[in-house]
């Protein structure tokens, strides 16, 4: 375990993936953190399996590779909270844990990054798109099932890296999380809710701590807590525990207020994107703390209404990116 800077007596330790992603989000949380609070806070950089192992994420047979070291930290003292990116966290609570703050979300979106400016509608047939992610190859495959799909991983350089190089044509990666690392530069087309929801919680932040502590010594924390991204995030990472789905899975899923009302718009795709099930359902809704068992109703229903509709037996059976079915034919 190493330290950013020597620590300084009295501040709270923030344990942190070393990922320039992870700590530049840290970062930013540490500093709303001291703004609001007077709490100084120091990073504590620490490895995840999900950093350093060369297995395909979709191979490692479970959900929050990333999350488990920082949450040992967590429950052994190490540090005192931990930030991490929403959509990375498991639905099911965590022995012990809590969430002290979800923090007020950035651009939801995904984000193309092809090679010559192109956008996805004028990437040519047979183009190498590299994702690793099933739910953004369930989505763009309904929209291009011309094109090839390639599972690849790494972090947002590595991937971007992939495209600059020809290995691949164009990757897709969260806007948000591009902005994190600096690299807009690199975004060719940016692509709204319509063509791909994004992730359950993408662009939001979760501080992680201790129970016994988040109503005693932490208390502070909720000072970087957003109701309505809360509420949102829900009514997202609802649907994705009742379709029993893990964070790779093929389901968007995405809750926004309008007019006093929660939105929440969810999709279940098949990897080969022939097979889709997306419904839409919203709910009056103040935007206040006590709404949280609505927003969690609201995700529920609307999960449910998809189940009916066969959401579950895709989940269940997605299909391998880049496998079997295959790219379309047509163009
Ligand atoms: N799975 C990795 C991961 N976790 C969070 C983000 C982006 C930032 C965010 O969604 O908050 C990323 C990279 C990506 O999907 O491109």
New binding site residues.
Partial sequence: MSTEDARRPGAARLGTRRST?ATT?SRLVADAVTERTGVPVDLELITSFGDTTRAH?TQLGGTGV?VSALRDALLDGGVDFAVH????LPTAPAEGLVLAAVTER?D?R?ALCARDGLTLDALPAGARVGTG?PRRVAQLAAHRPDLAYVPIRGN?ET?LGKAASGEVDAV???Y???V?VGRLDAVTDVLDADRVL??P?????AVECRADRAGADLSYLSSVDHTATRLAVTAERTVLAELEAG?HAPVGAFARFEHGRLRLTAAVASTDGAQQVRAERTAELEVAPASQKAAADLGRELARSMIADGADRIVADPGEIGGAAGPGAGA
């Fill in positions: 992603m989000q994420l990333f990116s929403l959509k990375d950035d939801p995904d992610s947002a991937r897709v990666l969260a948000a999380g591009l994190r994004p992730a919680g993408q662009g939001a932040l964070c």
